[in-house]
C-alpha cells in the first residue's frame, strides 16, 4: 500500500514521527522511572536487584492477558507504552515525594507516630496514587478524546498504568522484605502481590478509566462520570490498604469483592466487544455499494471465529502480505462501525466523522487491492455461497 501509512490511517493521525507531546511525555516519564529506581537501589540494599527481578517477572503475562481482550479494534502501542511508562515514572515519583510529605507534615503530626502509616495508607496514598495514575487518562481525554471509543479502551488504558505502577512499587516491597525477613519474607511478599494480587492497581484504576470512558462516548453527565471514576478507584484501594487492620478475615473480604468486580469487568468487555460486532452487521452493509464488503464479507467481519480464519486463509494463499492486508481491512471496518457508534451518540463532529469515514474507506480499499495483486485461486472460506471484495473480477 504506497503511499499509505496503515497504521496511522487506524489510529487516526498524520503519518510520520509521534507527536511531540507524546515524545514529551515518555521521555519525562522514563526520567521520573530513573529517578524512581535509584532511589530504591540506594534503599534497597542488597534485596533490590531480586526485587527489580521478581517484580518485572510477571508484567509480560500480565500484560499479554489484558491486551488479550483487545484484539477486536487493539490501541496503538505508543500510547499503550506511554500509559505504562507513565505509571511507572511520574505517578511512582510523584507518589513517594507527596505520600512521604504528607506522612511527615500532616499525619504524623496529628495522629502520631503509631497511627500515622495506617491513616497514610488507608486516605492519604489513594487519594494521591490514584490521582497521579488517572491524570494520563484524564490527559488521552483531552488530547486524544478519539482514541477511545468505549469501555474497553478506558479499561486498558488504566490497566497499563496499573502495570507500571504496581511493578515498580513491588520492586519497593520486594527489596523490603529481603532485607528485613530475607528469602521467606521476599517469598511471602511475592506469593500476596505477584500471585494471589497482581491485578490490583489495574483493577482500582480501572474505576477511572470506565469514567474516562463513559465521558469520550457520551455527551452527558461527563464531568460526574470522570469525578465518581475517580471516586471508585480511591475506594477500591482505600478498602484494601485499611483491611490490613481487620487481619485476615478482613483481607479476604476484600479480595473477595475484588475478585467479583474484576468478573464485572470482564463480563462488560465481552458485552461491549458484542456490541461492537452487532455494530458491524448493522453499519457495513450500508458500503456495500462501493463494492468493499458483500453480505458474505460482513458475516466475517462480524465473528472473531472467521476473522481468524480469513487472516490464516489470507497468509496460506498469499503470504504475509496478503495477512498484513486483511488485518488492515477488518480493523479498518471495525474503525468505520465505532465511528458510527460515535455518530449514533451524538459525540463525532460531522466534518471530522465524513474525513475519517472516507480515510477508513480509502485504507479498506487499498488493503484489498494490495491483497489482489496475487489473486488467489477460488472463493474464500466465507463465501462459498456468494461474492465477496476479496474475489477476483470475473474475466470475460
Known amino acids: 500500500m504506497t503511499g499509505v501509512d496503515p497504521k496511522a490511517v487506524l489510529e487516526g493521525r498524520v503519518a510520520g514521527r509521534p507527536p511531540i507531546g507524546l515524545i514529551v511525555g ?3 516519564s522514563a526520567v521520573c522511572g530513573i529517578l524512581a529506581l535509584l532511589v530504591d537501589a540506594i534503599d534497597g540494599g542488597p534485596g533490590f536487584w531480586a526485587g527489580l527481578a521478581l517484580a518485572i517477572l510477571p508484567i509480560p503475562l500480565l500484560i499479554s492477558l489484558v491486551l488479550a481482550l483487545d484484539r477486536l479494534e487493539p490501541e496503538p502501542p505508543r500510547m499503550l507504552v506511554f ?3 507513565w505509571g511507572a515514572g511520574v505517578a511512582v515519583l510523584g507518589a513517594l515525594v507527596l505520600n512521604t510529605l504528607g506522612l511527615i507534615y500532616i499525619t504524623t503530626p496529628i495522629f502520631g507516630e503509631t497511627e500515622a502509616h495506617y491513616v497514610s495508607a488507608t486516605f492519604g496514598a489513594p487519594l494521591i496514587e490514584e490521582t497521579l495514575k488517572g491524570s494520563v487518562l484524564f490527559g488521552i481525554l483531552w488530547f486524544r478524546r478519539n482514541e477511545i471509543d468505549g469501555i474497553v479502551d478506558g479499561i486498558i488504558y488504566a490497566a497499563m498504568v496499573g502495570f507500571g505502577f504496581a511493578m515498580m512499587e513491588n520492586i519497593t516491597y520486594y527489596s523490603r ?13 511475592f506469593v500476596l502481590r505477584g500471585v494471589i494480587a ?3 492497581h489495574p483493577l482500582f484504576t480501572s474505576m477511572t478509566g470506565l469514567g474516562v470512558a463513559w465521558a469520550a462516548t457520551h455527551r452527558r453527565f461527563r464531568a460526574g462520570a470522570v469525578l465518581l471514576g475517580l471516586f471508585g478507584a480511591m475506594l477500591l484501594h482505600g478498602l484494601w490498604n485499611g483491611s490490613t487492620a481487620l487481619g485476615a478475615g478482613g483481607l479476604l473480604l476484600v479480595y473477595v469483592l475484588d ?3 474484576l468478573i464485572v469487568l470482564v463480563i462488560m468487555i465481552l458485552v461491549e466487544r458484542h456490541g461492537t460486532v452487532q455494530r458491524i452487521r448493522s453499519y457495513l452493509p450500508m458500503y456495500g455499494n462501493t463494492g468493499l464488503v458483500t453480505p458474505a464479507d460482513v458475516r466475517m467481519l462480524g465473528s472473531m471465529h472467521a476473522r481468524r ?4 486463509w489470507a497468509r496460506r494463499v498469499g503470504g504475509q502480505g496478503a495477512a498484513r492486508a486483511m488485518t488492515d481491512y477488518q480493523l479498518a471496518a471495525t474503525e468505520l462501525a465505532l465511528l ?15 474525513s475519517r469515514r472516507d480515510a477508513l474507506l480509502g485504507l479498506m480499499a487499498l488493503a484489498r487491492q494490495a491483497f489482489l495483486r496475487t489473486p488467489p485461486v477460488g472463493a474464500p472460506p466465507w463465501a462459498r455461497q456468494g461474492p465477496s471484495g476479496f474475489m477476483p473480477p470475473p474475466s470475460h
Open 26 to 28: 515518555i521521555t519525562i
Open 83 to 85: 500509559a505504562f511508562a
Open 177 to 189: 522484605a529481603f532485607d528485613e525477613q530475607g528469602a521467606a519474607g521476599l517469598q511471602a511478599t
Open 198 to 200: 497482581p491485578l490490583s
Open 259 to 261: 475478585l467479583l468486580i
Open 309 to 312: 480464519a480469513a487472516r490464516r
Open 340 to 354: 458510527h457508534k460515535r455518530a449514533e451518540r451524538g459525540v463525532a463532529d460531522p466534518r471530522w466523522f465524513e
